[in-house]
Structure formats: C-alpha cells, structure tokens
C-alpha cells in the first residue's frame, strides 16, 4: 500500500462513516509505518502525540504493572483510529503500549497540526465527538462488565466482540483481557466444550 493508497485509506474511512468531511484543509505529510508482528508502533511511557490509523492488520493495547504483569487493555483491527487520547492531547507519556499481533499498515500525523488545520470543518469535529464518544461507551460497558460478569460471561462477551480471534491469539492476552489467567482461562473453555458436548 503507498502513501497515496494510505491517504485515500484513510479520508474513506470517515467518509463512510457518513460525514462530508472536507478534506482540502488538511495539507500535512502523511508518515507510513510498517509494523512487523510482534513489533510495537509505541511503548507504555513513549510519548504518542500522533493520531494513528490503522489500514490493516490486527493489534493490542496492553499496559504492564509495576510488578511486571500484563494486562490486555483491548483489541483493534483495522481500518480505524487507533492511539492515546491522553498522549495525543496534553503531550503526556503514553500509559500503555500497541503491540502488532500481525504485520500492520500505519498511517500518522501530528496531532496538534492535524487538528489546526481541521477544526474549523464542523463535519470533522461532529465525527471526532462522535469517535469520542464510542470511546467513553466502551470504556462504560467494559468497567461494568469486570464488576457484573463472571469470568465465563466475560470470556463468552469476548467470543461475541471477536469471534475471529479466539482460536488465533495467544490465550495468555484472551485471559489478561478478561482479567484471569490461562489456567483458568483453560478451564472455562474446557467446561464449555463439556457443556456442548
């Protein structure tokens, strides 16, 4: 995929998201990254001021304890926005890392340009709030999920949002994900399959 593929990429996405953006503001170079599977785009205490897009490819967002333990935060599959809100804004370190689970196409601009010259399209801004705002209803149903659901729930809400990754991800990120580790990640599914059978 070239820059111009990567560029026409990315202004379809909100294109299809149903908002006339229009796009003749916007006259920043784009910057293109390849990350290879296994590879990160940026580390928990990196500084992330850009705003990504994800073309294609798979990744996760993953932050590690003090103590050194894992903890999958989400997972994104392209196309759509990817990044920290929080870096990107206020120019702080970035609290967690994107780890490429398969070869990813990127794109990326500065934010602080991108959004100078973009915020006077009111098309663009409606589609930022709205972007926003799936945001914080994730964040919402996620927090209520781990004080609600059991384990089980949690896991099968994962089969549900990601049915293609529960057979080609490593269990270890599905059971950080869902807050519990392999082995009893192992178990559920075991007791599943039973309960099938």
Known sequence: MDRLQQQNSFRTYFNTLGYDIDWSRL???????????????????????RLYFLH?????????SDEGKEFTQTF?????????????????????????????VVSSYSWRDFYAQMRDDKAFL???????????????????????????RRYLDFCADFPELKSTIPQQHIASYIGITPVALSRIRQRLKLSRS
Do not use: W
């Open 76 to 104: 994104a599959k392209g196309p759509r926005i990817i990044g920290s809100t929080k870096s990107m804004v206020t120019q702080a370190k970035v609290l967690f890392s994107i780890q490429a689970l398969e070869d990813c």
């Open 56 to 64: 294609t490819g798979l990744v996760r967002y993953v932050s590690v």
């Open 126 to 152: 409606e589609c930022y709030a709205h972007f926003l705002e799936t945001i914080f209803i994730h964040k919402e149903e996620r927090e209520s999920a781990f004080v609600k659901h059991s384990a089980e």
């Open 27 to 49: 006259t920043l170079p784009m910057e293109c990254h390849a990350i290879r599977k296994g590879d990160y785009l940026f580390q928990q205490g990196d500084f992330a001021n």
